[in-house]
């Protein structure tokens, strides 16, 4: 069973930076998608970037300031917060989705979610 665990969310101020961790508690295969994304209260799950076989894609909220990065050797997925404003406030969440040819299914893994608090 992967296990994905974040960390790196904090209280920032607005023009600030933070750079969220995810670590995978194990090597994962088949890996289609890694990627960050989050939630504010009341409303839904977004999107905030995806990389895929070196291909990055982000929301168009956070193009310009968020970078997505992987370290492989690490397991680890990265996103680096620049430019904070106060809307990036949010339970950041990680996600990683792989696909199964013997299943011919696709599996969601979801971290725990960290806190992002930006003030102004």
């Known amino acids: 069973q992967v296990q994905l665990v974040e960390s790196g969310g904090g209280l920032a101020q607005a023009g600030g930076s933070l750079r969220l961790s995810c670590r995978a508690s194990?090597?994962?295969?088949?890996?289609?998608?890694m990627g960050w994304y989050r939630q504010s209260p009341g409303k839904q799950r977004e999107l905030v970037a995806t990389?895929?076989?070196?291909?990055?894609n982000y929301a168009d909220s956070v193009k310009g300031r968020f970078a997505i990065s992987i370290d492989n050797a690490k397991n680890t997925v990265y996103l680096q917060m620049n430019s904070l404003i106060v809307e990036d406030t949010a339970v950041y969440y990680c996600?990683?989705?792989?696909?199964?040819?013997?299943?011919?299914?696709?599996?969601?893994?979801w971290g725990q979610g960290t806190q992002v608090t930006v003030s102004s």
């Open positions: 996600n990683v989705k792989t696909f199964s040819r013997s299943a011919s299914r696709f599996y969601n893994y």
């Open positions: 990389i895929s076989n070196g291909n990055t």
């Open positions: 194990t090597t994962i295969f088949n890996i289609v998608t």
